[in-house]
């Protein structure tokens, strides 16, 4: 697998160096006034990042630590290679279109956005590449890759492991307020065939139930993609009703309080393999005087791959081809690789409920 470096023997490396102007952090975040744009380093290969810094509503403490993430790969891995760009779009959509044209045109080697679906969509960058900080199933333009693990990516993986084990006819019940059932059933068209079922936030198990019909007859599994209370009794009434033998099927994203309950007990979750954010903890503590979150791993990530490829194929190899890399790449948030589809591929662990925790059933693969 083609890594950005041994992470354990560059941070090592980087304990003294010391921190690139007065760019801010958790630590002193209110005394700072918001900025439009900032900029690290002078290399030659050029990495943006359009954030929602400011504006109401925005996802601002997430932003900061994608931010600092970033800053924090570019002294540890890329300070002679990369200018790595902060801009702020204040989580306007048409702030967004504008800025990632802007970037595109003056010849930025690879753009990082984030924001909710309006902004992720307005992205433009003509043949430049672009990563979405957002799940496969978040609506993004063709060609814009994914990046984040998702609880719908989780379910897709668990659906995969069933349909391997010959339970193909999957019985899908989504929240209609955040129903992906049809991403979900492009993804799986090769591999199994969904029927699905949506509900409210106050219906009852009996009328959710029922809306299945027939379809639960003929199921080799049920599927759930919301994680509500309305989980459990839905699978109870089932198997209540003589659907004992049918599989269930869950994600990375059920709580405590659903996984507690018995009538989900021996469901299948998949569970991405995630890193270890000890990884950078230690210097991203030093520089900004807090733990970091998964947040900043997204963002030392993207620093790291056009660091990783910059060292391996000159300043001209970041693009689109070299993105697209079989092997994939290694790095604080794990094991990745990106589809030619612009989907992002994880590897990932598959467990069953027992005793309302998770127990390992197979587990991830080391490689692609």
Known sequence: MLQFAVLGVVLAACQAVTTVGDLGGEK???DLKPVAEEAVGSGAVQVAFLLPMTGAGSPIEESRGIRNGALLAHEDLGKNQLTV????TGGQTDRMKAVSGQHASDGTDLLV????DDDVISASAGSVPVVALAPNSAPRPAGVFAFLFGDIDSLVKGIEFAALDGKKRIVLFSPRDNDRSTFISQALSSRASIYSVTYGPRENAGAIVGRAGGSLE???AVAFAGSDEAIPRVAALIRARGGGKLA???HSGWPASILGKSALKGAIVAQPEVGDLRRISTRYKQKFGTEPKTEAA???DMVAIAAGIARSAGADGLNRASLLSQAGFRGATGAFRFRADGSVERL???NTVQS?????LARAPDRF
């Open 298 to 300: 997204y963002g030392y």
């Open 218 to 220: 003929e199921a080799d």
């Open 28 to 30: 002193d975040a209110e």
């Open 113 to 116: 956005v984030f924001g909710g």
């Open 248 to 250: 269930l099927i869950g």
């Open 356 to 360: 309302g925790k998770l127990a390992p």
């Open 85 to 88: 760009t902060i801009a702020d």
């Open 348 to 350: 990932y662990e598959i």
